[in-house]
């Protein structure tokens, strides 16, 4: 494992906010194999503590939600190991329970299949792949649209067998703030790489989620 730390400050974050290019920067670091990544220098709510208004803050909604996107980046790197992961399903369970205080596991077992039923309109390789690896369904004369809907409702009788929530009520939550947690998640225009979400799916999703 190697380590690094980045220079004294970098001057890139444009008015202090950190954007998808940092966000690059230090998933690049993850990629190449760097386990403990120390950031660059930041500066504190005190008009004395920077003269370069590109130094990124640690204080503020805009900035901290810069700082969030940059961990996911660099969780994803860590993981990767030489795929692409998708971590939008993190992003939209960290802008819920961000508003609702819930807990991650919970969030996830809620998103999680509606997340799925979303990309396997679109990609439903992936997510019938998922079913014969985890579920050990069995593929024979079935399309991978058929397989992705059967690992769909696999995993929801999962959760359900192990009394994990199913939806977003079950913690109280209804869609008077899915607005809100719909523009916490959009870190960037799109979210996800496998199938990019936008704000509308986002919304969406989360309206399948109540």
Known sequence: MRFQMAPMTRNFSLNGIPGPDVAA??????????GLIITEGTIINHPASAADHNVPRFFG???LNGWAHIVNEVHGGLTA???????STHLIEHAVSAVHDIPH??????????????????RPEKVAQFGVRVFDLDRTGKTDHQLAAEAIQSLKEFWKSIGAPTKL????????EIELMTERAMLADQIGSYVPLTREDVRRI?????
């Open 105 to 122: 596991g919970g969030g996830i077992a809620i998103i999680a299949p509606h997340w799925m039923e979303h990309v396997a309109a679109i």
């Open 25 to 34: 920067y230090y998933r690049r670091r993850a990629e190449g194999g760097v």
């Open 169 to 176: 009520s079950d913690y109280g939550i209804d869609d008077k």
């Open 81 to 87: 190991m030489g795929v692409s992961p998708d971590w």
């Open 206 to 210: 989360l309206r399948n989620s109540l």
């Open 61 to 63: 909604e805009d900035a």
